[in-house]
Every structure is written in structure tokens, then in C-alpha cells.
């Protein structure tokens, strides 16, 4: 009873949090409309410290950053960024209508400077300083100065980001306001370089057909700066050091990702000795390095590049101190053989938890570790990405173990999947499935023994199918009903549906089969999933010929809904790869609790 109220609790603190953290958020307000006419000024080389420079003293209305991601290999190509910028879409389509285009056809007072070579940004703060004197633009006319690529120094230090500067006469004051978006969960500060058109367009009032320009959706404005005061900020320029840290911070943590291809490897060559080993010490080490790793990522990367930032700029000592926290785990783990076997239900508690209150409050550690999505990747804003959902999902499914009972065991998975799922936390769509997949396996593959007749199971994974697929069918309905600035990418597939046919979800199928087929040939996290599946394959083989293995308790029922996990993670995930990698990692710690766990209910 105690057990089924802890879930419940949980389960209730999840779903408030979904519901209650957006409402609780500071609330933005739309641009104001410009019937004047808009001018959009785009500058070849404007960083984050250029534009602060240049334009320091100049009352723009608000500011924000954008990724400088084009779609292409050269982040310096001025021309392919700015296609993109105009078309609202990474990369457009050759034929792909523009800006330009829609102003055309409605005829709207709209006018695109574009300032190239060694003195553009000079040439833009000129541009600038004309345009905002008295009677520089008519009345009600907006005006965006946008960064198109970053510069030179910018990119040196990986900072793929530029600024964005909007004003207006009637709403120029003395303290400016942050830049948000709808494509980017309205992090303060931060909008997608693919709303720039659509921004521009709703600022002409032009028609709703008009407005969705690509992938692009109008950029907000928070009221008052109150909400984003950090000890960054200066007194006569509140805004400079806000976004200067933004940058550093997203700069750091691209630098530290340029290591990150090594840790799959180092992962797989664990997992075989892990496995392998004739040394028990040793194999309880690897096990203990493996399932530390991912942890020590997330935990402590974010405190190593906040607090020692001269150290991090060579982009490797946030591994090192990683290591050391492994290398600790590891000794303790090999020496002691009880508390090594209790050490990976533990780390998978603790791994867990992390993510889960880390995502609850912000994403602060998820926005900074190397084991996450880069904001500057311009691949995604908010949320869960990949890697974390594979790791969180796994480590769940570990830290509920098999001897929960039916009802507790999805009541934490529906926890799961709300903290994966719900967009305004993890908003990861195929992790939410996932959830509700692996924990559904769990608990129905814990029901079996020798008192079950076959075809009483069966009858269950059936009705538990049915159960997950109507789960998903009205998370689907409901998702497509929300606003488009909430939607999941679920949501948005349903949306794409209605509108243009079944042939989009056909399309979006296709596509993630063609990321993960290359992701197979050539990621490296492609090769510990086959080391995953290889190993514990080989493993069962050896036992199932020496009469150890069995399909009832104390059978591996971890390791099923481990791998239906996987593989749903596989199927429905863009990456689906990277997800079922680090969600494989568990692997290694389900074996042994689960014969712990049919003997302690015995």
C-alpha cells in the first residue's frame, strides 16, 4: 500500500507540474503591428560581443539571440543563411516562397538591406543610427537588424550565435525587453533564426495564409526585464552581459561535444569486459564506470564550466572531473562486492531523479551538459533530447524494478511518461510512447509464473496493447487540439495530417528511417548498441545451453522491457539510435536484481 501511495504522489506532483510550471511562467506579449512598414537589416559577421560594441547606446526596443546553423557545412555562408532566414526553414527548399515573395504579392512596405564585407557591422550601426533619428522612418514603422552569420571570432570559439535587435518608435524605451519565441519553448532570450519571416510578416498584418512562412512562428516579447536579472547584468547595460553569458555558456558546451564521440567507445569496450571478464572485481568496475558515466555528465559538467571557466576552455576538463567521479565509483564498486551489486539500482534511482528535477525546474543542467542537445546545433530548444531520454527511460525502468506489483509499476510509468511527454516539460513525443511501452512490458512480463497459464498472458499483452495504442491515439487528438507555440511533435504530425493528408506522416516515416539507417553506418553510439545486443545475446546462449536460463521468475523480466523500450525508442525517434544506446547501458544492471527480486517475494 505504501509503495502504490509513493507512486500516486508522484504521479500527482508530475501532472501539476505540466500543468501548473506554464502558467506560473512569465506570460509574453505578441510584437506590436507596424501598418508602416518593416525594414530588415541582415549583417554578414555580427556577434554577440560586436553587436554589443557597435550598438551600445542605441535604445532598441528588445533583444535576442539566434543559432547561425544555415543547414549547410560552412556556417560562414552568407548567402545560405540568409535563405534561410527569409524562407523560415533550415534548409529550404530550392523552390521554397520567401519573404519577399508574400510581401509581394500583398504589397507591403517592406524593404531587406543586406550589409556584406570587412565593414558591415560598422556599415549596419550607421544604417542604424540613420534610420532611428526623428525622421529617419515613418510613423509605426518596425525595424530588425539580424545577424545572418556570426564572426570569425565568434565561430572560433564556437559561438555559433548572433544578435537580434528590434525597434520601433513608439516603443522605444529606456529599459528593452528579451526576445522570445514559440519555437524555442519562449526561453527568454532565445528565438529560432526560422521566425525571423514569419515575424516580420505578422508584423505587417499580413493575411494568416501569409504568416507561416516555413517553420517559422512570430517571436514574443517579455514585458519587463525583472523576470531575467542575473548577477551578469550590468546597470547601464542590463541586457550585455545576459546574453554575453548566454553565449559563452552554449560556446562551452559545443567545445565540450567535440569529445563526446569518444564516450560511446569507451562505453562499449566496458560493456565487454563487463560481461566478458574472468576478474569479478573488475566486471562489477566496468559496470559501475558505465552506468556513472552518463550521470557524472549531466551532474557536474554545468558546476565545472560555471565555476572554473578559464580551465574549460580547452574543452576536455569537464571530463576529467567526470573521470574522476568514475574512477572513484569504479575502485569502491571492485573492492566491495555487496555494495557493487546494490550500485547500479542506485545509480539508477539517482540518475533519474536528476533528470526528472532538472526538467521539472528548467532544464538548467540538461541545457548545459555535453550530453544534450546544443543550442547552437539549432536542433532543438527545450525538452529532452535523445541521449537523456534513452538514459532517463532505462534508469526508470531499473529503479522500479520487477517486484513492484501491477498497478504501482504503471502508475510509474505513467509518471515517466508524463515527465518525457508533457510539453511543457521533456515535450519529447516518441519517449512519451516509450514510457508507456517499457513500463506496460514490466509490469505484464512480472505477472508470469508458474501459476499463469499462457494463454492468460497472451489475453494481457493483448489488452495492454490495446490499452497503450488508445493512450496514444488520445494524447495524439488531444496534442493536434492544443496551440501551435504548445504542441509536441506528435501534435504537429496530427496537425500536418488534417492539412495536407496522410502522405506527410508517410513522409515523416520515411525520414526517420533514412536518419537511422545512415545513424547505423556511421554514429558511433551505432556501435554500443551493437556491442549491447551482442553481448547479451551471447550471454543467454551460454546460459540457455548450460539450463540456466528461463522464461519465468527468477527470469530477466527487466531485460524485456528493457529491449521493447529500445526498440520503440528506435522505431519512433529521429536519432532513435543515440536513445536506444544509452537506454541499452541498463542492460548491465537488470540480470541480477531481477533474481534478487523473485527470491525476496518468494
Not at 527569409?86 to 516562397?97: C, F
Not at 532543438?380 to 529503479?399: H, K, P, Q, T, W
Not at 545512415?518 to 549491447?532: D, G, N
Amino acid at each position: 500500500m505504501k509503495r502504490i501511495v509513493l507512486a500516486v504522489i508522484c504521479l500527482m506532483l508530475a501532472l501539476g507540474t505540466a500543468v501548473l510550471r506554464p502558467r506560473f511562467s512569465p506570460i509574453p506579449r505578441p510584437l506590436p503591428t507596424s501598418p508602416g512598414g518593416s525594414v530588415l537589416i541582415a549583417v554578414e559577421g555580427l556577434g554577440v560581443s560586436e553587436g554589443s560594441a557597435t550598438f551600445a547606446g542605441m535604445k532598441f526596443s528588445s533583444y535576442g539571440l539566434m543559432p547561425t546553423r544555415n543547414g549547410t557545412p560552412d556556417d560562414s555562408d552568407f548567402n545560405a543563411g540568409l535563405r534561410m532566414i527569409l524562407a523560415g526553414s533550415r534548409p529550404p527548399a530550392p523552390d521554397a516562397p520567401t519573404l519577399i515573395d508574400f510581401t509581394r504579392q500583398q504589397r507591403a512596405p517592406f524593404h531587406l538591406h543586406t550589409l556584406t564585407g570587412a565593414n558591415a557591422v560598422q556599415d549596419a550601426a550607421n544604417l542604424v543610427a540613420k534610420l532611428t533619428m526623428p525622421n529617419g522612418l515613418p510613423q509605426n514603422t518596425s525595424l530588425f537588424v539580424v545577424g545572418v552569420t556570426p564572426s570569425t571570432a565568434a565561430l572560433g570559439r564556437r559561438e555559433r550565435v548572433a544578435p537580434v535587435y528590434f525597434w520601433m518608435r513608439e516603443t522605444a524605451i529606456p529599459q528593452p525587453s528579451l526576445l522570445t519565441s514559440p519555437s524555442t519553448r519562449r526561453r527568454p532570450g532565445l528565438v529560432a533564426a526560422t521566425d525571423i519571416a514569419s515575424t516580420v510578416s505578422a508584423s505587417l498584418d499580413l493575411p494568416a495564409e501569409a504568416r507561416r512562412i516555413g517553420d517559422g512562428r512570430p517571436m514574443e516579447t517579455f514585458p519587463t526585464l525583472s523576470h531575467s536579472r542575473t548577477p551578469f547584468a550590468t546597470a547601464s547595460d542590463p541586457l550585455a552581459g545576459i546574453l554575453q553569458r548566454q553565449a559563452t555558456t552554449w560556446g562551452l558546451q559545443a567545445r565540450e561535444q567535440k569529445l563526446l564521440p569518444a564516450v560511446p567507445w569507451i562505453l562499449a569496450v566496458l560493456f565487454v569486459v563487463s560481461k566478458w571478464g574472468r576478474y569479478a572485481p573488475l566486471q562489477t568496475a566496468a559496470r559501475a564506470a558505465i552506468l556513472s558515466t552518463p550521470l557524472a555528465l549531466i551532474a557536474g559538467a554545468p558546476f565545472v564550466t560555471t565555476a572554473v571557466p578559464t580551465l574549460t576552455s580547452s574543452g576536455s576538463f569537464v571530463y576529467l572531473l567526470a573521470a574522476i567521479l568514475i574512477l572513484a565509483l569504479a575502485t569502491l564498486a571492485g573492492r566491495d562486492k555487496q555494495w557493487g551489486d546494490r550500485l547500479p539500482r542506485l545509480l539508477a534511482f539517482l540518475t533519474a531523479l536528476v533528470v526528472t528535477v532538472d526538467t521539472c525546474g528548467g532544464g538548467y543542467l540538461l541545457s548545459r551538459t555535453p550530453l544534450s542537445y546544443s543550442v547552437l546545433e539549432a536542433a532543438r530548444f527545450y525538452g529532452i533530447g535523445n541521449e537523456v531520454s534513452g538514459l532517463f527511460l532505462g534508469a526508470a525502468i531499473v529503479a522500479v524494478g520487477a517486484n513492484q506489483g501491477v498497478a504501482v509499476t504503471l502508475c510509474w510509468g505513467l509518471t515517466a511518461a508524463v515527465i518525457l511527454g508533457a510539453p511543457a516539460l521533456g515535450a519529447d513525443a516518441g519517449g512519451f510512447i516509450a514510457a508507456l511501452v517499457g513500463f506496460t512490458t514490466l509490469s505484464l512480463a512480472n505477472r508470469r509464473g508458474a501459476n499463469s497459464s499462457t494463454t492468460r498472458n497472451k489475453g494481457s499483452f493483448v489488452y495492454a496493447g490495446i490499452a497503450v495504442a488508445v493512450a496514444i491515439f488520445a494524447f495524439a487528438l488531444w496534442d493536434g487540439s492544443r496551440p501551435a507555440s504548445s504542441r509536441t511533435h506528435i501534435g504537429e504530425a496530427v496537425t500536418r495530417a488534417r492539412e495536407t493528408g496522410f502522405g506527410s506522416i508517410a513522409t515523416m516515416a520515411r525520414r526517420k528511417v533514412l536518419v537511422n539507417t545512415r545513424l547505423l553506418t556511421t554514429s558511433p553510439w551505432a556501435i554500443l548498441l551493437y556491442v549491447q545486443v551482442a553481448t547479451i545475446v551471447w550471454r543467454y546462449q551460454r546460459e540457455s545451453r548450460g539450463g540456466k536460463a528461463k522464461l519465468a521468475p527468477p527470469a530477466p523480466v527487466t531485460h524485456l522491457a528493457l529491449f521493447a523500450t529500445m526498440l520503440t525508442l528506435f522505431a519512433l525517434n529521429d536519432s532513435g539510435v543515440v536513445a536506444g544506446a544509452t537506454c541499452g547501458c541498463w542492460l548491465l544492471s537488470s540480470q541480477e536484481y531481477d533474481g534478487l527480486d523473485a527470491a525476496s517475494t518468494k
